[in-house]
């Protein structure tokens, strides 16, 4: 969307595109791609241009027009969506989700049963992140998408409600393979808005649904079933959608749990999501945590899960904005990139693969590792650079709040204290069901299962 005032507005007070950025706390970067059409801005951002500019959100011509034009919808759809996150306080829909995957490894700790299945990498394989992606990245156009089987009723709500939808290309899953020391997946290319409509409606016909389901039996959940056409017609057609991509785009995701050494303890990140993001918001989740994706038009160069990481790293928890154009490996020679690679070849650092989880709500996986940092250094020095792009500056898709009334606000962080029991990690983070997404409470228990297995003394 053009915000064709912003730039005579912005130039009338004398100020550059770094000038404004600065004022909102943002990077020159994005203030380009909203004159020029090339980002949406989101809520947050048009408010605080309206503020530091002086000037109404119709002055500033950035009331979307598919806003504008459902305006009497929207307080049905954040009611919606209140119901919808209601969804997993339900017993009823854990047990179902448990009775329809019963064959499937789904995630139980302390008694907590969790709507994701989980596939552990063991072994050599927790060494080698690229090793879960096996053959050639299938870039043909996916034919195969049943157009029956998706519904972009959702998409279609949360861009009224004017969160930031972009239609790029996404890694999407064809096959998950999983043996029994090794899980790979074969892959292919589709977009995020097919992801949307094949996926996440999957996901948002269970949860706004969820009021009907009331008993926890067959004759219930069969019931119920009835009242979920989408996944029932996927079911149908698919034996197994858990792992197989057949008639959709299957959009992977990638997240990343960090364990830091902060002077002597260990501590690890839990985040909460923002409201500003399509799914999910307010939910916990590991950071970073991302769509795997090529930032250019470079599909095989960016088919990496350690490029990903990287370049996430440093979007998310450093709030480093992504070029409009260049080169793919545009990031490599970012200096706090550079400071985590040194570690990382000193073995001050390490990344492991922990393994996949499959959201049973949208039936996506997400590839889910560890970034063990060993040096004391790195929090130091972050926590405390002079420089602004040197400290932790997480971007806005995540909520700047703190967990715990000890913890320092200045940092923007969540950080817990490893724990040595799972009794222990339930009483001292957000590892309800209803509190943290579900793959990512698969990423949480995942990484702490390796870290279980190769944590020394710090």
Not at 220 to 226: D, I, L, N, P, S
């Amino acid at each position: 969307m053009e915000v064709p005032r912003l730039k005579s507005i912005r130039e009338s007070k004398g100020w550059s595109q770094q000038t404004l950025a600065d004022k909102i706390g943002t990077h020159k970067t994005l203030v380009s791609r909203w004159e020029t059409g090339k980002s949406s801005i989101s809520l947050s951002h048009r408010q605080k241009l309206c503020d530091v500019l002086g000037v109404t959100l119709q002055e500033l011509g950035s009331v979307p027009e598919e806003v504008k034009e459902s305006r009497e919808y929207t307080g049905s759809d954040e009611r919606l969506l209140r119901h919808a996150a209601e969804a997993l306080k339900n017993p009823h829909l854990i047990q179902y989700l448990k009775w329809k995957y019963h064959n499937m490894p789904i995630l139980e700790r302390c008694g907590q049963v969790y709507p994701v299945a989980v596939f552990p990498a063991q072994g050599e394989q927790m060494k080698d992140l690229e090793s879960v992606l096996v053959g050639r990245l299938d870039k043909t156009i996916n034919n195969d998408q049943d157009k029956n089987l998706g519904d972009p009723q959702f998409r279609e709500m949360v861009k009224r409600l004017g969160r930031f939808l972009e239609n790029r290309v996404t890694y999407t899953m064809k096959e998950l393979l999983t043996e029994e020391y090794k899980v790979d997946m074969t892959c292919g290319i589709g977009t995020y808005f097919e992801c949307l409509d094949t996926c996440d409606s999957l996901e948002w016909e269970l949860l706004s649904k969820h009021h009907y389901l009331t008993h926890s039996d067959e004759r219930a959940f069969r019931q119920f079933e009835t009242r979920l056409p989408l996944r029932s017609a996927l079911h149908a057609k698919v034996v197994d959608p858990v792992r197989s991509g057949l008639h959709r785009s299957v959009a992977i995701s990638i997240s990343t749990l960090v364990a830091f050494n902060d002077e002597g303890t260990l501590r690890l990140w839990l985040k909460r999501r923002s409201a500003k993001v399509a799914v999910h918001a307010n939910l916990f989740h590991v950071i970073p945590s991302f769509m795997f994706q090529p930032g250019t038009e470079y599909y095989d160069k960016e088919f990496s899960i350690t490029h990903n990481i990287y370049r996430e790293y440093l979007e998310e928890i450093f709030n480093r904005p992504e070029p409009e154009k260049g080169d793919w490996r545009y990031f490599y020679d970012d200096p706090t990139l550079l400071f985590l690679q040194r570690l990382l070849n000193i073995g001050e650092a390490e990344l492991y693969l922990s393994g996949v989880a499959v959201n049973l709500l949208n039936l996506r996986p997400e590839i889910c590792t560890v970034l063990l940092i060993r040096s004391p250094e790195w929090h130091q020095y972050h926590r405390q650079a002079t420089k602004r792009e040197d400290r932790f500056w997480f971007n806005e898709e995540w909520l700047h709040v703190v967990l715990n009334a000890g913890d320092n606000p200045g940092n923007l962080i969540t950080p817990i204290a490893y724990r040595e029991t799972d009794e222990e990690w339930m009483q001292a983070a957000p590892l309800q069901a209803h509190q943290i997404v579900p793959p990512g409470v698969g990423s949480f228990w995942l990484g702490i299962d390796v870290l279980r297995k190769v944590k020394l003394l710090l």
